[in-house]
């Protein structure tokens, strides 16, 4: 038994990058985000793989109020840009897991949805002026470019509480407050709708 428990606890430190390679600046950062970058459930989102421009300027955001939260607020005010820019780098060179298949919009036939999740995903409702979420985030929602980030395989509790913040303008700073238009018109049964199929995704 003692012999498997050694093996784990190597195989365990094999798998995490080394020491080295993680930028000082991002020290503080791993007790949530985890060396693997993917977070954990109801403490830190997945930050893997993000286009390091995004997750820089999410960086920004927190330092200037746009985005509030009571552990990031403080967690990243003493980054200067070289901090920033180390620490955006590091995460965004992390393997993320990527969508087992990719469907794109017009590939699903709208009468075939009837999970709510997946229609919003998907077709959107435009009668409220609600796009689908794919139409920026892309097919299962893998991210477009800098601006949009990836959403599959998300954690559910992370995608829903950032809509709320959406809506009640403790998140702002993107452009033309595209989101904050969006997260307004949902309800609070179709965040947690959505919100579950990003994060039920599967990935790879």
Same mark, same amino acid.
């Given at each position: 038994?003692?012999?498997?428990?050694?093996?784990?606890?190597? /195989?365990?430190?094999? %798998?995490?990058?080394?020491?080295?390679?993680?930028?000082?600046?991002?020290?503080? @950062? =791993? %007790?949530?985000?985890?060396?693997?970058?993917?977070?954990?459930? *109801?403490?830190?989102?997945?930050?893997? &793989?993000?286009? $390091?421009?995004?997750?820089?300027?999410?960086?920004? *955001?927190?330092?200037?109020?746009?985005?509030?939260?009571?552990?990031?607020?403080?967690?990243?005010?003493? /980054?200067?840009? !070289?901090?920033?820019?180390?620490?955006?780098?590091?995460?965004?060179?992390?393997?993320?897991?990527?969508?087992?298949?990719?469907? +794109?919009?017009?590939?699903?036939? +709208?009468?075939? =949805?009837?999970?709510?999740?997946?229609?919003?995903?998907?077709?959107?409702?435009?009668?409220?002026?609600?796009?689908? @979420?794919?139409? @920026?985030?892309?097919?299962?929602? =893998?991210?477009?470019?800098?601006?949009?980030?990836?959403? !599959?395989?998300?954690?559910?509790?992370?995608?829903?509480?950032?809509?709320? $913040?959406?809506?009640? &303008?403790?998140?702002?700073?993107?452009?033309?407050? /595209?989101?904050?238009?969006?997260?307004?018109? /949902?309800? !609070?049964?179709? =965040?947690?709708?959505? %919100?579950?199929?990003?994060?039920?995704?599967?990935?790879?």
């Amino acid at each position: 038994m003692k012999k498997l428990m050694f093996l784990a606890s190597a /195989l365990a430190l094999n %798998a995490m990058p080394a020491s080295a390679d993680i930028p000082p600046q991002a020290a503080a @950062c =791993i %007790a949530c985000h985890q060396t693997t970058g993917l977070g954990m459930p *109801h403490l830190a989102p997945a930050t893997a &793989g993000m286009p $390091a421009t995004y997750i820089a300027e999410q960086i920004r *955001h927190f330092q200037t109020g746009e985005r509030k939260n009571a552990i990031m607020q403080p967690m990243v005010a003493a /980054l200067d840009e !070289a901090g920033i820019k180390a620490v955006s780098e590091w995460f965004a060179s992390l393997p993320l897991p990527q969508p087992v298949a990719l469907t +794109p919009r017009g590939e699903k036939a +709208p009468q075939e =949805i009837t999970d709510l999740g997946e229609k919003l995903a998907y077709l959107g409702a435009w009668e409220r002026n609600i796009p689908s @979420c794919v139409s @920026c985030h892309g097919p299962e929602g =893998i991210g477009v470019g800098d601006t949009f980030p990836h959403l !599959a395989g998300q954690h559910a509790d992370y995608i829903e509480s950032q809509l709320h $913040a959406w809506q009640k &303008g403790t998140r702002t700073g993107d452009s033309h407050d /595209l989101m904050g238009h969006i997260a307004e018109k /949902l309800t !609070a049964e179709e =965040i947690t709708a959505v %919100a579950s199929y990003f994060a039920n995704v599967e990935t790879k």
